[in-house]
């Protein structure tokens, strides 16, 4: 792909974000911006809630009917009998994402849905309380946490989580003016974390030309030659292209 193809497809990639905002109009060019920062998410979510005073979820991409056929199938797979699942929504905004886990996993599961902003945690917590949704499982957990997904081991610790979902928080923070190294981060971050067998989720509009080209040679640039990178498509949507990444580690990297 040469340079100037790769320019194209950024800047191709910038504009469905911001064909996704466009409604809110008055945050678009902050956010857009400054997608790595929790004070245009803040604005956003206190604003989008604002002009809707019947809640409502805002779905990056796609919602949960999508992808539910990447997503479900490996919670059999990491399968651990006597002890729920621990699966995170990292950057979850207000995503039906985590909630649909919850509801539609045979297996007990403990999802955490994470998120920079408290206004965009605030607001789906009492969404879900509202609603009262019933987990197929009744041992099964939801909770909604604020969190940085830079500083994930400060509340995980090490080989912890059995699978994350990321659908679009690294896109936003690869599409930001300052955001190229806290992507870096949060991908170091998330394997340190993740069980021996556990996987990473990313779901994205990025080419896998430069996509996965990232994933294997930040993996590398921490050490983790053990983690295993794929990619699927999920299809087309709206004209764009979207594909599932997945980093699977297959043996303990984090000693």
Not at 48 to 67: L, M, Q, Y
Not at 123 to 151: G, K, Y
Not at 198 to 205: H, I, P
Request: proline content about 4%.
């Amino acid at each position: 792909m040469s340079a100037f193809t790769k320019s194209f497809v950024s800047l191709a990639r910038r504009r469905v974000f911001s064909r996704s905002i466009r409604q809110h109009s008055s945050v678009t060019t902050e956010l857009m911006e400054n997608m790595d920062k929790k004070s245009a998410w803040d604005r956003f979510y206190s604003e989008t809630s604002s002009r809707n005073p019947n809640f409502k979820n805002f779905e990056w991409f796609f919602g949960f009917d999508a992808v539910q056929d990447f997503i479900m199938p490996l919670l059999h797979t990491a399968s651990r009998p006597h002890s729920p699942l621990h699966v995170l929504d990292m950057g979850c905004g207000t995503s039906a994402l985590g909630p649909c886990i919850y509801r539609d996993s045979v297996l007990p599961v403990r999802v955490t849905c994470a998120d920079i902003s408290p206004v965009a945690v605030r607001l789906m917590r009492e969404h879900v309380q509202a609603e009262a949704i019933q987990p197929h499982d009744v041992s099964s957990h939801i909770e909604f946490l604020e969190l940085d997904c830079t500083q994930l081991d400060t509340y995980y610790g090490s080989n912890n989580l059995d699978l994350i979902v990321d659908k679009g928080t690294t896109d936003a923070l690869l599409r930001s003016k300052e955001g190229t190294e806290k992507a870096g981060l949060v991908l170091k971050q998330c394997l340190r974390v993740l069980r021996t067998s556990g996987s990473l989720l990313q779901f994205s509009d990025e080419d896998p030309d430069a996509r996965l080209v990232w994933l294997e040679t930040a993996a590398q640039d921490q050490g983790l030659v053990a983690a295993d990178v794929g990619v699927q498509e999920v299809g087309v949507l709206r004209g764009v292209c979207y594909y599932c990444y997945q980093v699977t580690l297959h043996q303990d990297v984090n000693k």
